[in-house]
């Protein structure tokens, strides 16, 4: 379908994932709403998406782990457009790699307010804004790691499990109003993710791709852009997109220098 003027909100668009949706959904002519902590970076991220070709994009703080947070968001939302017509819940990500025996509460609460929380937050803040006409999309982000549990992750794969099940319930709840609802679910895909889960140590995070070759933002952004533009009568149910290299969670090709 034709995405040209469609409405467009991104939460997490500060960067990775997020950040090459806003450039992908802008060279299709959207009007962009983008979302995160990080508001400097969504200046930017706004900037190279009206070079990019957007019809609009406009920013604001949002912090999804926090309930007066999306709603001020959505209120701002509501603001400047009367309709959201595809809604990504991007924002989220992994903190720590420790065992449930020395698990930290911090890094597990931050994991289920934003992954799992926060996708629940944000979409019952905008669903009043979708269209119940054919075409509008709420794509949430999932992981392979929401297939397939790994040590060190078991609140990581517990939320991103559930982000399945809440894709599956919305889209059973939605059935009927012409709402698509779908999940994205990637594996090694190489953009922030492992600074924050390692908390900034760059040498920790850049060796999970030692190696290898693995997806980019720019790859996700595509899919994303393609599953929104199918026919309105096609609704792609879930994705599992993972690098060449990666054939499971544990399998993992390296090549040795
Ligand atoms: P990045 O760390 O690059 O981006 C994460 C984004 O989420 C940032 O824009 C960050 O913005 C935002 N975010 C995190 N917490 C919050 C919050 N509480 N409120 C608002 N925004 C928040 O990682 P990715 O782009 O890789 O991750 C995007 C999504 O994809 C996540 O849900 C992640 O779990 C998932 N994913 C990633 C994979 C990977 O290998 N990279 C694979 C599979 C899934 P800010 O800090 O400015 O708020
Ligand atoms: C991110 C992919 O395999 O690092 O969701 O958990 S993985």
């Not at 070079?51 to 949002?62: D, I, K, T, V, Y």
């Not at 794509?139 to 517990?158: F, I, K, P, R």
């Amino acid at each position: 379908m034709e995405l040209r003027n469609n409405w467009v909100v991104i939460t997490g668009a500060s960067s990775g994932f997020g950040a090459a949706a806003a450039k992908a959904f802008a060279a299709r002519g959207c009007h962009l709403l983008l979302g995160a902590r990080r508001v400097d970076r969504l200046e930017e991220v706004a900037a190279e998406a009206i070079g990019a070709g957007a019809a609009s994009a406009r920013f604001h703080a949002l912090d999804v782990a926090s309930t007066p947070s999306v709603e001020a968001f959505a209120a701002w939302a509501r603001g400047v457009s009367s309709t959201v017509d595809v809604l990504i819940n991007n924002a989220g990500g992994a903190h720590g790699l420790d065992p449930v025996a020395t698990g930290k509460d911090a890094d597990w609460e931050a994991m289920v307010q934003s992954n799992f929380l926060g996708l629940l937050r944000v979409t019952r803040a905008l669903l009043p804004l979708i269209p119940r006409e054919a075409g509008a999309y709420i794509l949430n982000l999932g992981s392979v790691a929401g297939h397939t549990a790994y040590e060190g992750a078991a609140v990581y794969c517990g939320v991103k499990a559930a982000e399945r099940s809440i894709t599956q319930s919305l889209r059973l709840e939605l059935v009927g109003t012409g709402i698509r609802v779908g999940s994205l679910d990637p594996g090694l895909a190489e953009t922030e993710f492992a600074l924050v889960r390692f908390k900034g140590d760059t040498a920790r995070a850049s060796n999970v791709y030692a190696g290898m070759t693995p997806l980019t933002a720019e790859d996700i952004a595509d899919t994303m852009v393609w599953m929104v533009s199918r026919p309105v009568h096609v609704c792609i149910d879930e994705i599992i997109i993972k690098p060449t290299d990666q054939a499971a969670i544990h399998k993992v090709h390296r090549r040795t220098a």
